[in-house]
């Protein structure tokens, strides 16, 4: 099977996709899966499938992915998520490794623009006109103006100017869960802990200075809260 999937924490090399680029690694583990990316050229990196949402292909359709190597991808500068769904009418981005006839392995990145039908549609996807190919645009990310990742392909439907469906970052929360807190939420909240920094401080500190968090920190930040929530108590 062939897919696109997107880096969220390039420091330890989390990727997320569509289960369905996936699932033969999922039903058995011995399939290896390969990626490559225009940002190291000539190498190959080694893919494991952390976890997926639950469910067949009909499903919330998401896998969460991670890079065997982490250190190979530290210094690729990740993709933000944002888990509130774009308005409609709205145009973003589609990115992704789509195939053609005759070019079944596609290396190039391609970046057109997508624009919003509905969102959310009747079945909670986000619906977007955008142009289509035969393949490999699954798993690829729907990025908004900030360049946040809103949304992951699921299918197209269409020749030419087609519609894609695309799964909101939201689906993928329980997936988001399973990430390592990240470090400045962890060095904030130690100082929380010693009352060397108030709780209501924490988001503001998160927000500035020259680490300034990204939407999965300060996501990873809320998790810590409801995980801790006496601690945080006001």
Known sequence: ???????IDSTNGYLLTA?????????????????????????????????????DDEGLDI???KTTEPDKTSNIE???IGLRPPKRGSTLTAMGYPTTYGNEVNTNLRTPGAEIITS??????????QKGAI??????PLVDAAGRAVGICRKEVGIGNVRARYAPLSDAEPLLNELPHHPLV?????????????PQDLIQALKSGPAKASNLALYSWARKVIQKRADYKQ
């Open 120 to 129: 959310p549609s009747e079945d909670g996807l986000i619906e977007v006109s």
């Open 78 to 80: 990740a993709l933000d």
């Open 1 to 7: 099977d062939i897919g696109t999937a997107f880096l």
């Open 19 to 55: 289960k369905h680029c996936v699932k033969k690694t999922i039903a058995d583990k011995s399939i290896a899966i390969i990626a490559t990316t225009p940002a190291l050229p000539g190498v190959k990196l080694s893919i494991q499938v952390v976890d997926s949402t639950p469910g």
């Open 135 to 140: 393949g490999g645009s699954s798993g690829g």
């Open 186 to 198: 962890d060095t904030l909240d130690s100082q929380v802990m010693k009352h060397s920094l108030l």
């Open 63 to 65: 896998a969460l992915l």
